[in-house]
Each structure stands twice: as C-alpha cells, then as structure tokens.
C-alpha cells in the first residue's frame, strides 16, 4: 500500500502521516508504521492517536485491522489506552519488553565567546515585552480583515502615518506617508536602491521565475557611490554583489571630507552618528553635501544609525530636513527594538518612489504586516518614545561605567565617539590591534578591530583600535565583561598621537 496521509484533524487536532506498506498484510504494515513513529520521536509521548473508525477510513483498512494493531502495540508498551482517554503514545521512550538501549552520548554545544562586546545589536532582554504584546493585541482587534489578505508594497499606511509624525518630530524629517516605503532594515533598503529590479516571468510550466530587467549596477540608483572610509564590510560587500564600485571619503573630527565628491551619482553618509569612529558630521559639510547634491543632480543615502541615542550632546536632525528632494532617508528599529522585527523604512523623494516599488515586486517577503500595525500603534500610543527613553538612560550608564573601568586600569587607552550610539572606539598604540584582539578572545571577550571596518581603497592612514559595543550584555554580565576586557588590553603607557577622526 503507498504512503497516506491522515487527517484526521476534526477529530484529534494533528495529522498524522504514515507509510503503511511491505510484506505480511495491512496489520503487520500498520503496525510497523507506527513503531517506527514512535521509534523516530516522530510521534512523541503523550500523542494521541485517532479512534479506529477515523484512521481505518483515512487508511482505507478495516477497523478490526487498526484496532488489532493498537492492541499489539499497547500489548508491547509503545502505547497505553484508557477509556474515556483514547490511545496515546508511552511515556517511556522504549517499550516494555524491550531491554534498554545504550545510551547515546549528546554531540559537545557549540560555546560562543563568555562575553559579547560586538557591535550593532541592543540588549535584547530589554525589548519592551509589555508594551509590544499590548500593541500588537490592540492591533490585531483593530485590524480590517484587508491586513490579511496579499498586502500593499509600500507598507501599511497606519505605520507610514505614524511614522511621518514621529520622525518629524524626533529626528525633523520632512515627509508625507506617501513618500514612505516599509523595508525589512537598512540592508534590505540598500538592496532596493542599487540591486537591479526582478520582474515575473513564466515558464511552460507556469511556475513564476524571476528575470532581470536591467544589467548588473542599474537599479534605482547607480554607481559610483561614495562612502565613508570606515563604515559596514557587509555593506560594500552587498554593494559590490550589485555591480556597484565605491570610492571613499577620508575622514576627520568633522566627520567625512565631503569636499572631495566628485563625479560619483550618490554619496552614503552616517550624518549623526559616524560608524564605526563615531561623532556628528559638522554643520557645514551637511550644507556642503546639499549643494553638491543639486549640482550634480546627485543624492544623499542617509544612514540615520544610533540618531536617537545621544547622551553629552544636542540632539542632532536629519540631513533630509535641508532637502527632502535630495536626500533618501533611511532608519530601522533594529537598534531601537530589536533586529529580529525586521522593520524599516525609506523616506524618498517623490522621483524614486516608482523605482524603489518596481525593485521590491509585488509578491516581495515583505515586512510582516501585524508586525508594521503592532509598531504604528507603539509609536501613536507614546510607548516607542517611553522604551528609547528609558533605553537612553540605560546605555548612557554602560557607557560611563565602560569609561569608568578603562579609567582606573587602562589609563593610557584613550576613548572616542562616546556622545552618541551604542559602541565606543578604545585607540590603541601602532601595531597592537591584532594581538589586543586576539588577547580579547583568550580572555572569551568578542569585539571587532577598527581594521575590520577600513574601506580596502583608502589611503587614509590605518589606525590601531577597537569597536567595543556596550549594550548586548545583560545588565548582570555586563561588570564581568568589562573586567575580562581591562585584562586583554595592552600594558604600556604609551598611546598613539591624536586621532584622525572624531
């Protein structure tokens, strides 16, 4: 007899696949079936089986035949029947009359670093648990049933709505929802801008394909692209997947020397928050970029990274406030909430809307819609502002206390881009990255050198150093994490000379 499906679903509440088949009749097959479920750990202990009438009809056996192969199987202790409780699976993971097996040695877990001082992700056990589900509850009863049908590919307008408001207020964004198209987070926004756009085809078959429509580069936007001389390997990489070449741009206390653009289409900055080196870009080099803008029909890809975690600083705006036509706007929730909502956002001019909705498709993974309702009612009801708050307060302390322990035993280390975001940058006297980093990981402290984030095309001049991200260990882990990184840190008093970058 070939595989069946069973589904008896109306009756028990699973379905139940078996392949019920072999020599020595239909009883012996279902008997075989079954102990091999049991065997496998497909079916698990306490697992209720379907009454006789039900599987004997899903298999097309008598009922006679089910109800014998269930009296041999309890008989045998794989199963156990009680009335009014129907036949379940053992609790034991052998049967009775069987000896017992040897036992199988667990494969050793995988240990990761004791301590983590990466950069780039929040404390996770401080994700609003509370005031999410309440949203995400209020969201779900207020839905129209529209939210779950195919969706929309610029995003749900609650969310689109919410935002336009919040970033207004928060980071002086100037922008209207229909200029707002939901992503899945920076990446996946870099990947609409530059990755050329995919339309369906069919095949003979009518299975739906994908082809290009474009070559290699030719997406809304197009190369050469500058970036900053420091800045996300996984981001060049990303871009140089899609055929786009990038040129770097020095940079300084002031951040990138927006002075030498050139002939590049595009130019992507992190005006607020310099990644990795950290500090504001200065006033005058935000207007400098504007004007170059206009006058090489050109745009800004802004990278709105920690904007809103500032501590000893005023808070910065958007460059997108100065022009809104001329600027793309970028954000997430990946550092505010949580990288796993996957939830981010493009504020575009009105020119590149078409384009951008062209690139993601119309049956693109799209951010999950509950989700996008869940985090417009967090923002409209004040509760988003409330966890950045309360996260502001939470990471400025870190910060002090990272300050604090390299103060009392690593003097000679000095500390930079410490006003804002969620990492700091520990410089470190010529030639001593390597082996601090690798001292760092004996001492089981995971954290990335400053070398790791160096554009391979600068001819900035290296700087020894390390990212240190201060927000992913719990609060209880946290001192031990900074012990462990004070042991790894070279001994010696002397420190390089000032620093290239602010």
């Given at each position: ?396 302390g870190r910060r002090d206390r990272l300050v604090e322990a390299l103060a009392a035993h690593a ?92």
């Amino acid at each position: 007899m070939a595989t069946s499906w069973v589904n008896s679903a109306e009756r028990i509440g699973a379905d139940l696949h078996l392949a019920v088949e072999g020599p020595g009749g239909r009883r012996a097959a279902l008997i075989r079936a079954l102990r091999e479920a049991v065997r496998s750990g497909r079916l698990a202990p306490g697992t209720r089986l379907p009454p006789y009438r039900s599987l004997a009809a899903d298999l097309g056996v008598a009922r006679n035949t089910v109800a014998d192969a269930y009296a041999e199987l309890v008989a045998e202790g794989w199963l156990t029947a009680r009335q009014g409780s129907g036949t379940r699976v053992a609790e034991r993971a052998e049967p009775l009359r069987h000896a017992e097996r040897t036992p199988v040695e667990a494969p050793p877990r995988a240990r990761g670093p004791r301590h983590d001082l990466r950069q780039g992700t929040p404390d996770a056990s401080s994700f609003p648990r509370a005031a999410w589900l309440a949203s995400y509850r209020r969201a779900i009863q207020q839905a129209p049933n529209e939210v779950f049908g195919p969706g929309d590919p610029t995003g749900r307008r609650e969310l689109r709505e919410a935002l336009t408001e919040y970033l207004a207020r928060a980071r002086g964004v100037r922008t209207e929802p229909d200029r707002i198209v939901i992503c899945s987070g920076f990446a996946h926004a870099l990947r609409l801008l530059f990755t050329p756009a995919f339309t369906p085809a069919f095949t003979s078959t009518s299975v739906p394909t994908s082809v290009p429509t474009s070559a290699p580069g030719s997406g809304v936007l197009r190369g050469p692209l500058a970036v900053e001389a420091y800045g996300l390997d996984f981001h060049r990489e990303l871009l140089a997947a899609a055929g786009v070449r990038t040129t770097p741009l020095p940079l300084d206390a002031d951040g990138a020397r927006v002075e030498q653009l050139g002939r590049e289409r595009a130019v992507l900055l992190t005006p607020a928050h310099q990644f990795p080196t950290g500090g504001p870009l200065h006033a005058s080099r935000r207007t400098a970029v504007i004007d170059w803008a206009r006058a090489r029909g050109g745009v800004l890809v802004e990278d709105d990274y920690d904007g809103e975690f500032r501590y000893d600083r005023k808070p910065v705006g958007a460059v997108q406030g100065l022009d809104p036509e001329r600027v793309i706007y970028v954000g997430s929730v990946s550092k505010s909430l949580s990288p796993a909502l996957r939830l981010g956002w493009l504020v575009l001019p009105e020119r590149y809307v078409g384009g951008v909705l062209a690139a993601k498709g119309e049956r693109e993974a799209w951010a999950s819609v509950p989700d996008q309702l869940a985090l417009a009612d967090l923002i409209a009801s004040g509760a988003y502002d409330r966890h950045v708050r309360r996260m502001r307060q939470r990471y400025r302390g870190r910060r002090d206390r990272l300050v604090e322990a390299l103060a009392a035993h690593a003097p000679h280390v000095e500390v930079t881009g410490v006003a804002a975001g969620l990492h700091a940058v520990l410089r470190l006297p010529p030639g001593t990255e390597r082996s601090t980093v690798r001292a760092a990981a004996r001492q089981g402290v995971a954290l990335d050198g400053l070398a790791a984030f160096r554009h391979p095309a600068t001819d900035m001049a290296p700087q020894d150093g390390l990212v240190v991200g201060y927000a992913t260990p719990s609060e209880h882990a946290y001192g031990a994490a900074l012990d462990a990184l004070c042991r790894a840190l070279p001994a010696t008093e002397h420190a390089a000379g000032s620093p290239a970058y602010g």
